[in-house]
T-cell receptor
Framework: QKEVEQNSGPLSVPEGAIASLNCTYSDRGSQSFFWYRQYSGKSPELIMFIYSNGDKEDGRFTAQLNKASQYVSLLIRDSQPSDSATYLCAGTNAGGTSYGKLTFGQGTILTVHP | GAVVSQHPSRVICKSGTSVKIECRSLDFQATTMFWYRQFPKQSLMLMATSNEGSKATYEQGVEKDKFLINHASLTLSTLTVTSAHPEDSSFYIC?????????????FGSGTQLSVL
């Protein structure tokens, strides 16, 4: 079983809709989670990070973490064609020397069509 | 601007040659850097953890003699792919951990696309 799993998609939503991306993890030692956006041939860019149960909002993006269910999600409101990319979920231990050692999911390809 | 600089961005080499990739933290000291590899249409896989002044820690299945990591200063880590072969062709990405980090302080380099002919 992969440590971090995502729906590989592709996920296609119309412009202006809400895109919902999901991620589950198996390692309970993972405490901090990150959502990255990656365009083809480019390095990942951080969208959100979350380490507390509940919701965290930043502009059009909302990350949700449920540690009991080992579930992380990312909602993108008012989706734009420029949001079309691969979204990577990653987890890491909370602190110490392991912090920053990311385990990535396989990524979800999102397409926002006009 | 970029806080982690990675060079070169793209390299094409012949089979059997060695390639060095640099990862520099520009405005902070990074005692720990990470090296990832990404094959086409796949996710990032951690190769090794680079620790300043000590030996790198490699993930299972990564050949330490093939992927040499040197973290000789607090701002520079290098990955050398020795005797590169076509199967080493991949996108290599480094990340740096800012000291005493708030949780978000992980910064990625821009990546290096390696093509081995």
């Amino acid at each position: 079983q992969k440590e971090v799993e995502q729906n590989s998609g592709p996920l296609s939503v119309p412009e202006g809709a809400i895109a919902s991306l999901n991620c589950t993890y198996s390692d309970r030692g993972s405490q901090s989670f990150f959502w990255y956006r990656q365009y083809s041939g480019k390095s990942p860019e951080l969208i959100m990070f979350i380490y507390s149960n509940g919701d965290k909002e930043d502009g059009r993006f909302t990350a949700q973490l449920n540690k009991a269910s080992q579930y992380v999600s990312l909602l993108i409101r008012d989706s734009q064609p420029s949001d079309s990319a691969t979204y990577l979920c990653a987890g890491t231990n909370a602190g110490g020397t392991s912090y920053g050692k990311l385990t990535f999911g396989q990524g979800t390809i999102l397409t926002v069509h006009p | 601007g970029a806080v982690v600089s990675q060079h070169p961005s793209r390299v094409i080499c012949k089979s059997g040659t060695s390639v060095k990739i640099e990862c520099r933290s520009l405005d902070f000291q990074a005692t720990t850097m990470f090296w990832y590899r990404q094959f086409p249409k796949q996710s990032l896989m951690l190769m090794a953890t680079s620790n300043e002044g000590s030996k790198a820690t490699y993930e299972q299945g990564v050949e330490k003699d093939k992927f040499l990591i040197n973290h000789a200063s607090l701002t520079l880590s290098t990955l050398t792919v020795t005797s590169a072969h076509p199967e080493d062709s991949s996108f290599y990405i480094c990340s740096a951990r800012a000291p005493k980090g708030r949780f978000e302080k992980l910064f990625f380099g821009s990546g290096t696309q390696l093509s081995v002919l």
